[in-house]
């Protein structure tokens, strides 16, 4: 045994043993997650029980971040522990998680980043099928995009809340990272860059710099982008890294995306009222009539009683009469008594306000 072998065998040792204890720990964390499970299907009352606690997840994450010593950082750790807290939630209750789809796409990787690889996950081809699967619950939750960083909300999902009753359980925002993508085998010239439309417009400088004069083609989605590519050694998609491993398609640039700090918000869709965490977001659906001043008086509330907004969007109503419909995002959870009281005012004034949740606010 050379001097190099000397040094390891203890360390190896020490892991041996680490990871015989972490075993006893998960299982023992797993045995605690059945009982939980357990006292909960055994509950009596009227409402069925919950077993997913997004405010109680986040509650976790939170404190061990807060706890972390190093040299693992916060990402890595509550990355594992959202591993950890997935596998023992399937063991009290498998669930389903539809997303706006196809797989590959980066919706699936947050719906990963928010539930883990131990939940069902069911790709849809819109979202209107996600409210839908989720209302008629034949999926427990929802997974769909609302807001990116640079091209700002994704109307459609706002338009989906006016005729659903689905409500908001937690925000996930997802770092989103463009790659350039072939197939394995592919080699020769790039005759064509095919992606979904804001893609291409979020790699416009690089794609000018790198690949230029070559064409650029719109397609329904990444992930659809990343098939074409598998099929023709001609094409390069650009995509997630989720969707390389999805395919199979090799990766010929990494983070390719003009703005580095580009992000996107997804919403998670269910049917449960969630407590607060501590740290929390609420929505509301607000309907004005068509006057002067309207916006006005369901804004003041909210500097009176000391809330911060942190969104507002402008829809039209469905009623053909130009009135409009306000969806706003505030920090805080509906149950804090400032809200409450903002919400009482702004009913006095609106002609319509619905609740879309008060949630945790992203972790990570």
Excluded at 271 to 289: A, E, I, N, Y
Excluded at 295 to 313: A, D, H, K, N
Aim: charge should be negative; glycine fraction near 6%.
């Amino acid at each position: 045994m050379n001097t190099d072998d000397d040094k390891l065998k203890p360390l190896r040792e020490r892991i041996d043993g680490i990871d015989a204890e972490l075993l006893r720990l998960l299982n023992e964390r797993a045995q605690c997650a059945l009982e939980v499970g357990e006292i909960k299907q055994g509950q009596t009352s009227a409402e069925p029980p919950v077993f997913y606690r997004p405010e109680r997840e986040a509650q976790i994450l939170t404190s061990l971040m807060q706890k972390n010593p190093g040299p693992l950082n916060d990402t890595d750790v509550a990355g594992l522990f959202r591993e950890v807290i997935s596998c023992c939630l399937n063991l009290e209750l498998p669930l389903t998680v539809a997303y706006f789809g196809p797989e590959g796409t980066y919706t699936e990787a947050a719906t990963i980043k928010q539930f883990g690889h131990f939940a069902t996950t069911k790709p849809l081809t819109s979202i209107d099928e996600v409210f839908r699967e989720v209302e008629s619950q034949a999926a427990h939750y929802g997974v769909v995009p609302v807001e990116n960083s640079t091209e700002g909300m994704v109307n459609h999902t706002l338009d989906c809340f006016m005729g659903s009753k689905v409500k908001i359980c937690a925000e996930v925002e997802l770092a989103i990272h463009h790659a350039l993508l072939r197939a394995e085998d592919a080699d020769g010239d790039i005759t064509e860059i095919r992606s979904h439309a804001q893609s291409l417009a979020q790699c416009r400088g690089w794609l000018d710099r790198n690949y230029p004069g070559i064409p650029r083609i719109a397609v329904a989605s990444n992930a659809e982008a990343a098939k074409q590519a598998l099929a023709d050694p001609g094409i390069a998609a650009i995509a997630g890294e989720i969707a390389a491993d999805r395919y199979g398609l090799r990766v010929l640039s990494a983070r390719i995306e003009d703005q580095p700090d580009n992000k996107t918000r997804f919403i998670v869709l269910g049917q449960q009222d969630v407590g607060p965490s501590g740290k929390d977001k609420s929505s509301l659906l607000v309907s004005v009539r068509n006057e002067p001043g309207a916006l006005l008086r369901v804004l003041e509330p909210f500097e009176r009683f000391g809330i911060s907004l942190t969104r507002i969007e402008t829809r039209p109503a469905r009623s053909g009469d130009w009135s409009y419909v306000f969806f706003i995002d505030f920090d805080g959870h509906q149950s804090d008594p400032q809200a409450k009281q903002v919400i009482e005012a702004i009913k006095a004034v609106a002609f319509e306000v619905r609740s879309l949740g008060s949630y945790p606010q992203s972790v990570i």
